[in-house]
Nanobody
């Protein structure tokens, strides 16, 4: 399985921006669809964004982040990104990237269909 390491989290004021990165090692990165999830304090982990194996034409977002977040990938660098703008205090969470390779799925919001997870990176948005 692929190993994932996130980076780019931090403390930002409301309205600010951050870009998260997730670098993969191990099996061929381009064979995986990728997702970003987050867990806010006291809440369950939730879906944020997903991208298919080939790139930006295959993306999907949670309604709460649509038009503010953008997921992208660079298969040559084994990296998936999450660009976040217009951040809100409710975006505060630990953000996780995940990789999945279920046959027949272009991407998915279902956590059960991801096989590898990173350790997470903290994003804190102050009001």
């Amino acid at each position: 399985q692929v190993q994932l390491v996130e980076s780019g989290g931090g403390l930002v004021q409301a309205g600010g921006s951050l870009r998260l990165s997730c670098v993969a090692s191990g099996r061929t990165f381009s064979s995986y669809y990728m997702g970003w999830f987050r867990r806010a304090p006291g809440k369950e982990r939730e879906f944020v964004a997903a991208i298919g194996r080939t790139g930006e034409e295959e993306t999907f977002y949670a309604d709460s982040v649509k038009d503010r977040f953008a997921i992208s990938r660079d298969n040559a660098k084994n990296t998936v990104y999450l660009q976040m703008i217009s951040l809100k205090p409710e975006d505060t969470a630990v953000y996780y990237c995940a990789a999945g390779a279920y046959y027949g799925l272009v991407y998915t919001t279902d956590q059960a269909h991801y096989v590898s997870w990173g350790q997470g990176t903290q994003v804190t948005v102050s009001s």
